[in-house]
């Protein structure tokens, strides 16, 4: 019997191999739930960035759907209009109603990362990636004197995001940036002029306007990153609005009111 025990109770060196394959087995799971660890951290860390790349499309594409701005020539009392709009001075091709070209996307900039001189970019759409920017000309090609109004009217808005808006309005090289007035204090956002109203941008008088007068006009429309109202909640917002030229025509001496005749 102590013959048979002696030789089933393991030697010294069995011992050590067994401790070593428990170590070797044990480093092994180690490694595995590390490597298991480092998966899963890759694949949450995956996951984040799709899910960020498909918020930042979002951004990117819905703040202004293909929408195009537009000016139209409205004349008063349905006159034949001396007053004439068309997008090329070397081409004076006049119409009543211009439409800039769509742009893809509408999403936040600075007024600071627009082109110094874009009011003399081109004429017509000079659009850039993330603002529209339209050039065109009034010109009076009657035969008299007349004073023309032009408005900027705000026809939709969805989620509020007309509080972020930009209008930049040139007008033969003057500058005017509209903007609403901060929600929470009542004031005008730094160097801008208050929209007019609700849904109007801007409302501006040309008087005296002389037979073979031009006016060059350029728009230019972006949401403002430093606006303290461009926040997450703008998402998913829309904009549109349009622009109107109406003549007023000037009575001369031998003339009487049409409601008067």
């Known amino acids: 019997m102590a013959n048979e025990e002696t030789t089933n109770t393991p030697t010294l060196e069995e011992q050590i191999d067994e401790a070593t394959i428990g170590e070797k087995l044990e480093k092994k799971a180690k490694k595995e739930k590390r490597k298991n660890k480092r998966r899963i951290a890759f694949e949450i860390f ?46 004076k091709y006049t119409r009543t109603f211009l439409r800039s070209q769509d742009i893809e996307f509408f999403t936040d900039i600075s007024i600071d990362w627009l082109p ?5 970019e081109g004429n017509g759409s000079h659009n850039g990636r993330n603002y529209i920017a339209y050039t065109f000309y009034a010109e009076n090609m009657g035969q008299d004197v007349i004073n ?8 939709d808005v969805i989620k ?52 073979g007068d031009i006016d060059k006009w350029t728009v230019v429309i972006w949401l403002e990153g430093d606006d303290p109202e461009c926040l997450d909640n703008l998402i998913g917002g ?18 009487t009111p049409q409601d008067q005749r």
């Open 238 to 255: 829309e904009i549109k609005m349009h622009m109107t030229l109406t003549e007023e025509h000037i009575l001369q001496e031998d003339e």
């Open 116 to 120: 110094e001189d874009i009011d003399n």
């Open 148 to 155: 023309y109004w032009t408005t900027i009217k705000i026809d």
């Open 160 to 211: 509020d995001v007309d509080d972020a808006i930009r209008v930049m309005i040139f007008k033969n090289g003057e500058r005017v940036v509209y903007a609403k007035n901060n929600e929470q204090t009542g004031e005008p956002e730094p160097e801008t002029t208050p929209f007019k109203d609700e849904d109007t941008v801007m409302l501006d008088l040309t008087e005296n306007f002389e037979v």
């Open 46 to 91: 995956l996951v984040l960035i799709i899910l960020l790349l498909v918020n930042l499309y979002i951004v990117l594409s819905i703040f202004y759907k293909g929408e195009n701005f537009t000016v139209t020539l409205d004349s008063e009392y349905g006159r034949e209009s001396g007053l004439v709009i068309y997008e090329d001075p070397n081409n």
